[in-house]
């Protein structure tokens, strides 16, 4: 079982690692500075400013259902990797946001370090078979549907969505750098995907019959 031992552990540390790069960059900088570059947290930012509900409530229900969804879409080794990656997310979220200060540099320079940080913990989590419980989960979904589709580029489309959602309570300003941010996040996961493609499934077959020869 040394195999399978060791490739199960350096998922469960790819999710990790995914999980503390996105944490860190929601709780130092796009929360405390009010930054909207999509996402699952974001959505919450902008649905919190519009019903006054806790940004963690709505966060909390969004990820339970798009855990529901990686559960039926994608399968069960998603739904137990993302299980363990919300897990991961809120432990961080929450033990970060009461103990984390506001990182303090200029606001262009977060909007840059944010958008990459999270890029790079998309990464993590999908090259694990794992997902953030965030857009990633349906951008996988439509790229299973069709392998065309592209899930950095279907990320960035939500992000956008989410983005747009707050025009009104952001204004110009914020919109844009958002946009910017959430371009930059797609190209940073794009390229590493490109460089190091997510694990599937097949490649999960070979390493058991390695186990088993």
Not at 58 to 74: A, E, N, R, S, T
Not at 185 to 194: D, E, I, M, N, S
Request: with cysteine.
């Amino acid at each position: 079982m040394k195999v399978i031992s060791k490739y199960s552990f350096l998922q469960y540390l790819q999710i990790l690692m995914g999980n503390l790069f996105c944490t860190l960059a929601y709780t130092t900088i796009n929360v405390p500075k009010g930054i909207v570059n999509g996402g699952l947290t974001s959505l919450s930012m902008v649905l919190s400013r519009i019903t006054g509900m806790p940004v963690w409530v709505i966060l909390d229900v969004c990820m339970f259902l798009l855990l529901m969804g990686c559960l039926f879409f994608l399968g069960k080794k998603y739904f137990y990797h993302s299980l363990i990656s919300a897990v991961c997310y809120s432990a961080f979220f929450t033990g970060f946001t009461a103990t984390l200060p506001e990182l303090a540099c200029p606001l262009p320079i977060a909007m840059v370090l944010s958008a990459v940080a999270v890029g790079i913990g998309c990464f993590f989590c999908i090259r694990a078979q794992a997902s953030t419980l965030g857009f990633d989960v349906i951008a996988m979904i439509l790229h299973k549907k069709n392998p065309k589709i592209g899930i950095a580029r279907s990320m960035f489309v939500c992000n956008a969505l989410v983005i747009l959602m707050g025009w009104m309570t952001y204004g110009f300003l914020a919109i844009a750098a958002g946009l910017a941010g959430a371009g930059l996040q797609a190209f940073t996961l794009g390229r590493l995907l490109k460089r190091w493609p997510r694990q599937s499934s097949e490649e999960d077959e070979t390493l058991k019959r390695k186990e088993l020869i």
